[in-house]
T-cell receptor, first 113, second 119 residues
Framework: NAGVTQTPKFRVLKTGQSMTLLCAQD?????MYWYRQDPGMGLRLIHY???????AKGEVPDGYNVSRLKKQNFLLGLESAAPSQTSVYFCASSNRADSTEAFFGQGTRLTVV | AQKITQTQPGMFVQEKEAVTLDCTYDTSDQSYGLFWYKQPSSGEMIFLIY??????QNATEGRYSLNFQKARKSANLVISASQLGDSAMYFC????????????????FGQGTELSVKP
């Protein structure tokens, strides 16, 4: 009964460091999404994927890269972290055929100092 | 381009009263889905209700109903008989519904409305 799992839950990075956030879903969903949430800005779409091996840019893609080598995993990478990337990151997934709900992970709180 | 607008940053409602949270959207797609999510102070995203663009009737889920006015491009959430536990952030969202595999599917959110329920 895992659903969507994000790893890690918390992280502190120094400016210039790199890291990868992992999103894993066990529901065989085609669609996966990465968002960032900042106060007063709602959830902004960073990148998304409509199937294994595909990725597309969202609203705020700069400074991030993604990969979807396996259907169940969607990785978000920060190559050189900046303080402006301090945020809460959410991953979500949904089924293409029955797409009446998107399921969310619990979020990752990232601080870049 | 798709866009979701929630014009009410914050709302107050008295316990047991009904409240309407506004959401307008913009899209050139004929087929799309509209969602509402609740985010309590604990941070998780809780799905509330869904409306498809071709659904003729407004969606309802318990105390939640979605007032869908397609011509006006609005999808307002109505919460009846507010409870203290309804105090949270509420997000409206929209997704393209692709007719072709591996196209569309983008899911975007509004800025949110913070609802406070007064006892």
């Amino acid at each position: 009964n895992a659903g969507v799992t994000q790893t890690p839950k918390f992280r502190v990075l120094k400016t210039g460091q790199s890291m990868t956030l992992l999103c894993a879903q066990d529901m065989n969903h085609e669609y996966m999404y990465w968002y960032r949430q900042d106060p007063g800005m709602g959830l902004r779409l960073i990148h998304y994927s409509v199937g294994e091996g595909t990725t597309a840019k969202g609203e705020v893609p700069d400074g991030y890269n993604v990969s979807r080598l396996k259907k169940q995993n969607f990785l978000l990478g920060l190559e050189s972290a900046a303080p402006s990337q301090t945020s809460v990151y959410f991953c979500a997934s949904s089924n293409r055929a029955d797409s009446t709900e998107a399921f969310f992970g619990q979020g990752t709180r990232l601080t870049v100092v | 381009a798709q866009k979701i607008t929630q014009t009410q940053p914050g709302m107050f409602v008295q316990e047991k009263e009904a409240v309407t949270l506004d959401c307008t959207y913009d899209t050139s797609d004929q087929s799309y889905g509209l969602f509402w999510y609740k985010q309590p102070s604990s941070g998780e995203m809780i799905f509330l209700i869904y409306q498809g663009s071709y659904d003729e009737q407004n969606a309802t889920e318990g105390r939640y109903s979605l007032n869908f006015q397609k011509a006006r491009k609005s999808a307002n959430l109505v919460i009846s008989a507010s409870q203290l536990g309804d105090s949270a952030m509420y997000f409206c969202a929209m997704r393209e519904m692709p007719a072709v595999y591996n196209q569309g599917g983008k899911l975007i959110f509004g800025q949110g409305t913070e609802l406070s329920v007064k006892p």
